[in-house]
Nanobody, 119 residues
Framework: QVELVESGGGLVQAGGSLRLSCAAS????????MAWYRQAPGKQRELVAA???????NYADSVKGRFTISRDNAKNTVYLQMNSLKPEDTAVYFC?????????????WGQGTQVTVSS
């Protein structure tokens, strides 16, 4: 079992910055990929940034050059640094982890943290 707890959301003006944190606990060694997703009202949840199982990073085209995913393995924490925020970045941001144990893939989600960007 893996537990994910996000923090760092809030209200910011356009052009501002926020850093989201996702602290993982539980079966950490089983995690092979972590990511940030977001869901705006009336829209589907979409991938924002991810660490793949190979350790590389992927970003949605809409956030490339503005957002950076990073991690601190000692703290079992993944971060999302968001710069040059736009009103269209307003959404609930979710941390995601994929773990593999006993040849079984499991998906875990955090509770979400609200990011609101005012124009």
């Amino acid at each position: 079992q893996v537990e994910l707890v996000e923090s760092g959301g809030g209200l910011v003006q356009a052009g501002g910055s926020l850093r989201l944190s996702c602290a993982a606990s539980g079966s950490i060694v089983s995690i092979n990929a972590m990511a940030w997703y977001r869901q705006a009202p009336g829209k589907q949840r979409e991938l924002v940034a991810a660490f793949t199982s190979r350790g590389s990073t992927n970003y949605a085209d809409s956030v490339k050059g503005r957002f950076t995913i990073s991690r601190d393995n000692a703290k079992n924490t993944v971060y999302l640094q968001m710069n040059s925020l736009k009103p269209e970045d307003t959404a609930v941001y979710f941390c995601y982890a994929n773990s593999v144990q006993d040849h079984t893939s499991r998906h875990y989600w955090g509770q979400g943290t609200q990011v609101t960007v005012s124009s």
